[in-house]
C-alpha cells in the first residue's frame, strides 16, 4: 500500500470538536479515513459516521482501514458540496459535526501517477475525482498566457506569475508540457534563482493548478455553509487548512455567521502545530484549524 496520510493536528480536532454525546459526524474529506479512526477511539458507541471524498482510490482504502467500524459508518464518493443531497438521502435533518481536512493527502501526493507532486515524474493530471474531464495538461497546454497569469497569481499568489506564463506558452509550442517534472523546470527556468527559498519554487504552481482543476475554493465555500445550516444546535464545525486562500474563506465565512449570532468562534485565532508534532509530521507546519459552534 503507498503511503497513508498523516492525521494532522487530530489531539486538537478531537479535543475542540468535542466528540462524547455526538450522534452523526461528517467527515467531508475523509480521505483515507487517518482522523476517521481517531474519532472512532473517541465516539460513542452508538455514534455514526458519514464520510464523503471525490477519490475512488481513497475511500477503497478508507473502506479497508475502518473495517473493524463497518456497521457504523457509510462512505460517499461525491464532492462535499453536495453534502446536503447526500444528508437528505440518508434522511438526517441534522449532524452534531462536520469536519473538514483541506487539500492532498500523503497518500495522493505519494503515486506520481496522479501528478499532485512534482518530486516524481509523472502525468500532469493532479485530479481528485478521475472521472472529471478537466485535467492539469487541459490548463497548461490550452489556455493563453494571460489566462494562465491570472491562474497563478490568484490560486498560487505566485510573485513571478507572468514571466512563468510567458514562458509556459514559449515551451508548449515546441511541445506539449504533459509531465510534472517538465513543468517543474519551466518554472525553475522562469523564476530568477536568487528568489529560491526553502519552498520549492514549482510549490505555488502546482498548487494553483490542483485548486483549479478540483473547483476547491468554490466548493470550500458552498460546504462550509451547507455544514453550518446542516448543523445541529450545540454542534461544532472544524476545518484544516493548508493555505492563505482556504484559511481566508474559513475564517470569513466563521465570522461573517458569527457576527448574525449563528454561530460562536472556539478558537478567534486558529490552532496550529505544537512542536511535538511538527517533530511526527514536517508536512503539518502550514496547518490551521479553526472551530466554531452552532448557537442557534
Same mark, same amino acid.
Given at each position: 500500500? =503507498? ?21 452523526? !459526524? ?20 452508538? /455514534? ?6 471525490? @477519490?475512488?482510490? /481513497?475511500?477503497?482504502? %478508507? ?30 435533518? =441534522? ?29 500532469? @493530471? ?18 493563453? &498566457? ?10 498560487? #499568489? ?31 527556468? %522562469? ?26 475554493? &468554490?466548493?470550500?465555500?458552498? $460546504? !462550509? ?6 448543523? /445541529? ?12 486562500? #482556504? ?8 465570522? @461573517?455567521?458569527?457576527?448574525? $449570532?449563528?454561530? =460562536? ?28 459552534? =452552532?448557537?442557534?
Amino acid at each position: 500500500m =503507498k503511503t497513508v496520510h498523516y492525521p494532522v493536528m487530530y489531539r486538537e480536532v478531537i479535543k475542540e470538536l468535542s466528540l462524547r454525546n455526538k450522534k452523526i !459526524i461528517v467527515d467531508c474529506t475523509i480521505g483515507v479515513a487517518s482522523h476517521a479512526l481517531k474519532f472512532f477511539e473517541a465516539m460513542d458507541k452508538d /455514534s455514526i459516521l458519514i464520510g464523503i471524498d471525490k @477519490d475512488d482510490e /481513497s475511500l477503497r482504502v %478508507a473502506r479497508m482501514r475502518l473495517k473493524k467500524y463497518e456497521s457504523r459508518f457509510e462512505l460517499f464518493k461525491d464532492d462535499f458540496r453536495n453534502l446536503d443531497l447526500i444528508l437528505d438521502n440518508l434522511g438526517i435533518k =441534522k449532524a452534531d459535526i462536520f469536519f473538514f481536512d483541506l487539500g492532498i493527502s500523503t497518500f495522493q501526493l505519494s503515486d506520481s501517477q496522479r501528478g499532485f507532486s512534482f518530486s516524481k515524474d509523472g502525468p500532469l @493530471d493532479m485530479r481528485m475525482d478521475k472521472m472529471s474531464f478537466l485535467c492539469a495538461y487541459d490548463i497548461v497546454n490550452y489556455l493563453s &498566457e494571460y489566462e494562465l497569469n491570472a491562474i497563478f497569481k490568484k490560486f498560487g #499568489e505566485e510573485r513571478f506569475s507572468r514571466r512563468i506564463a510567458r514562458l509556459v506558452v514559449e515551451k508548449r509550442r515546441q511541445e506539449p508540457i504533459s509531465t510534472t517534472s517538465q513543468l517543474k523546470d519551466v518554472v525553475l527556468e %522562469a523564476v530568477p534563482r536568487r528568489h529560491y527559498s526553502f519552498r520549492h519554487p514549482a510549490t505555488r504552481i502546482f498548487q494553483a493548478l490542483r485548486i483549479v482543476v478540483n473547483r476547491e475554493l &468554490e466548493s470550500l465555500e458552498m $460546504g !462550509i455553509k451547507k455544514a453550518i445550516e446542516h448543523l /445541529s444546535y450545540g454542534g461544532r464545525i472544524g476545518v484544516i487548512t493548508f493555505h492563505s486562500l #482556504e484559511d481566508r474563506i474559513v475564517k470569513h465565512t466563521f465570522r @461573517d455567521l458569527s457576527l448574525k $449570532g449563528v454561530v =460562536k468562534l472556539v478558537n478567534k485565532k486558529p490552532f496550529v502545530p505544537g512542536t511535538e508534532e511538527l517533530k511526527e509530521n514536517i508536512s503539518s507546519r502550514s496547518a490551521k484549524l479553526r472551530v466554531a459552534e =452552532k448557537i442557534i
